[in-house]
């Protein structure tokens, strides 16, 4: 009997309080990659997006917008299956440098980028 007394009288535990959710911010200084557009290249080739070109010198100078070289560095998007003998060296996500004038600009969904053959990338970065 004493058992049973001991269980009808013993306190029960108050109900946890829910912890309010936490808010994660954003880091302001972070990197966005490039969306994976809709289209996948065919064979050697690969889809960059290119780099934001320069607006200032290391001296601090602004560069106006006719004197802006084009970039050549860019991020890989999307890349094809590689031709039958030579496998891909490149995959989606390197950062790539390329030449000069590489690549065909195309656009697509509204965003800009560059589709070349893999042996036009000059390095992975």
Avoid: C, F, W
């Amino acid at each position: 009997m004493d058992g049973d007394m001991k269980k009808s009288t013993a306190k029960k535990a108050a109900p946890k309080k829910a912890a309010a959710p936490k808010t994660i911010s954003k880091p302001k200084n972070t990197v966005t990659m490039a969306t994976k557009p809709n289209v996948t290249p065919l064979h050697d080739r690969v889809i960059v997006k290119a780099a934001a070109a320069e607006e200032k010198t290391a001296g601090g100078i602004i560069i106006p917008d006719t004197a802006k070289e084009k970039p050549q560095r860019g991020i890989v998007v999307a890349a094809g299956p590689g031709k039958k003998d030579e496998p891909m060296t490149v995959k989606a996500g390197d950062t790539v440098l390329y030449g000069k004038y590489a690549g065909t600009e195309i656009q697509i969904e509204g965003l800009d980028y560059l589709i070349m053959r893999e042996s036009d990338i000059l390095a992975i970065v």
